[in-house]
């Protein structure tokens, strides 16, 4: 005999599921549309001379790129964790507390030209450095330090209070508690921030197109934070408006091996999260 009251659940099961799904093909199949668009349009120029050479190729630039995400990590990651740790751990909840919350809710929205125009400003003209590696991966610090806080302060929160009231009662002060029991247990939710921050600083041209990046350096390679560098983000931009005679498939090759390199760093922060989450497991 059926049972008619079961029937409903489950269809509305299964039209949940179905709506799931389908919001995941809509997100990733455009996703994978370009990609595979972007690919078949640079194929024919993606060798290994574009890749590696380092007088036409792309090896300076992509050196370069990586050595802006590696010191604007060093330092947004602990601005952005000391500020998280301020804001869940000792700060009084009250209505400034919130008023920051809202300001970095709303500093995360702000176009990155404005950070460009900033980092123009403060690094750049105010502080002297000129244009260099410094000056930029200070303004890509800056236009990441909302969605690192952000992350890091929810990767707080999501820890147990019965383990900071543990370690308290064993005799350990709150600051040992923090560093000792709340930081390792956060580290994974903390590092998926970082990983997020990274993809969207790679990407990113306005912030150096004021503050770092040049087409062409005599000495391509940065031997200190106040070199000039090449950059792919800044290197694609000048290739698609300002230099019509590089072939389209450069570009197009151009962009493979940015979003390329942009896979590979998330692949590793994902990689070194997942192990730390089984360490913390543990």
């Not at 093909?25 to 290994?48: H, K, N, Q, T």
């Amino acid at each position: 005999m059926s049972r008619p009251h079961l029937i409903k659940p489950r269809t509305g099961q299964r039209f949940a599921f179905v709506m799931l799904w389908a919001a995941a093909a809509a997100v990733v199949l455009p996703i994978a549309g370009v990609v595979i668009y972007m690919v078949f349009r640079g194929v024919s120029a993606l060798d290994w001379e574009l890749v590696a050479s380092t007088k036409e190729g792309l090896l300076p630039a992509m050196i370069g790129t990586l050595s802006l995400v590696g010191v604007m990590s060093v330092v947004a990651a602990p601005l952005g964790v000391a500020a998280a740790i301020y804001l869940a751990e000792y700060a009084r909840q009250g209505t400034l507390v919130r008023l920051i919350r809202l300001a970095i809710v709303n500093l995360a929205g702000v176009p990155s030209v404005v950070y460009g125009l900033f980092g123009l400003a403060a690094f750049v003209i105010l502080l002297g450095f000129g244009r260099c590696l410094a000056a930029g991966a200070c303004t890509l610090a800056l236009l990441v330090l909302p969605l690192v806080i952000s992350s890091a302060e929810e990767a707080l929160r999501q820890i147990p209070r019965g383990l900071r009231e543990g370690s308290l009662a064993l005799g350990a002060t709150k600051w040992q508690t923090i560093r000792r029991v709340v930081l390792p247990n956060a580290l994974p939710g903390i590092i998926t921030g970082l990983i997020l921050s990274v993809g969207r600083a790679a990407g990113e041209t306005a912030p150096i197109l004021f503050t770092a990046a040049f087409y062409s350096l005599t000495d391509p390679f940065p031997r200190s934070l106040f070199d000039e560098i090449l950059a792919l983000p800044y290197q694609l931009y000048v290739m698609a408006t300002e230099a019509p005679d590089v072939e389209d498939a450069t570009k197009w090759a151009t962009a493979v091996v940015l979003v390329g390199l942009v896979l590979g760093m998330n692949l590793f922060a994902t990689v070194l999260r997942a192990r730390l989450r089984r360490r913390a497991r543990w």
